[in-house]
T-cell receptor, first 113, second 111 residues
């Protein structure tokens, strides 16, 4: 049973517009969420995180929103740039400890010039 | 510039062979991880290590073992490779908590 779900395998947006990547989770005990970005032929890189005590965390063009009642988080990229084209994974630490992440399957974002 | 390096980008092995995947980090990180990535399944944790000679099983440890004799080096071992272990293998490290930096990955094909 997948605890972290990214239901959209792909997303395509125009340069300059907003990209919204969604993630749902099933375990209400999750207290911390992370987003990673992965370019082809490279390993993932940590992008941004949010603690469950917050509902928003912002870092430059990237903002993550958390809706605990809906068990939903989203990553907003504004404005989107072609260099943002990558696969984005959301993740949460499992009950096994903060080191043990459960990952979503990823969403491939394409930003068109 | 921080680095996690993996010994091979591509590897082809035969069923039944013993396979070693090596990972080295230069950040003096305590934690090191091995994940595999498969289409439609995301990243799944195989093992992680929080100190030299210390290890913990992840979600899918079956068929794998690990070795951490030095802080900077974490090895993944497939004792007898099988075709269902064909995958992309990613090593990662962190000073504490979840992975911060990943290596570029090793694409292993078992024939």
């Amino acid at each position: 049973d997948q605890q972290v779900k990214q239901n959209s395998p792909s997303l395509s947006v125009q340069e300059g517009r907003i990209s919204i990547l969604n993630c749902d989770y099933t375990n209400s005990m999750f207290d911390y969420f992370l987003w990673y970005k992965k370019y082809p032929a490279e390993g993932p890189t940590f992008l941004i995180s949010i603690s469950s005590i917050k509902d928003k965390n912002e870092d430059g063009r990237f903002t993550v929103f958390l809706n605990k009642s809906a068990k939903h988080l989203s990553l907003h990229i504004v404005p989107s740039q072609p260099g943002d084209s990558a696969v984005y994974f959301c993740a949460a630490p499992s009950e096994g400890g903060s080191e043990k992440l459960v990952f979503g399957k990823g969403t491939k974002l394409t930003v068109n010039p | 510039d921080v680095k996690v390096t993996q010994s091979s980008r591509y590897l082809v092995k035969r069923t039944g062979e013993k396979v070693f995947l090596e990972c080295v980090q230069d950040m003096d990180h305590e934690n090191m991880f091995w994940y595999r990535q498969d289409p439609g399944l995301g990243l799944r944790l195989i093992y992680f290590s929080y100190d030299v000679k210390m290890k913990e099983k992840g979600d899918i440890p079956e068929g794998y073992s690990v070795s951490r004799e030095k802080k900077e080096r974490f090895s993944l071992i497939l004792e007898s490779a099988s075709t269902n272990q064909t995958s992309m293998y990613l090593c990662a490290s962190s000073s504490t908590g979840p992975p911060q930096y990943f290596g570029p990955g090793t694409r292993l094909t078992v024939t």
